[in-house]
């Protein structure tokens, strides 16, 4: 999951995309649906993240093509 975050305080405008365990939804309902997920002390999960920029319409309907390919 990812979720985005922004700041708008006045002179202080930040935006973030960060990892996260839950949805925007929040965890008490991932809690109640049984699918928050938890570590344990000392252990590690690692994901991979690739940012680009899709300039055009054509790049960014041949990109929506090979995500629902997968």
Do not use: H, Q
Request: glycine residues 12%; charged residues 40%; negative net charge.
């Amino acid at each position: 999951e990812f979720v985005e975050w922004k700041m708008m305080g006045e002179g202080t405008y930040v935006v973030g995309v960060e990892p996260g365990n839950c949805t925007a939804e929040g965890r008490e309902k991932l809690r109640k649906e049984g699918t928050l997920e938890f570590l344990k002390p000392g252990e590690k999960k690692e994901f991979e993240l690739e940012i680009g920029v899709l300039s055009g319409k054509e790049a960014i309907d041949r990109f929506k093509a090979e995500v629902k390919a997968i």
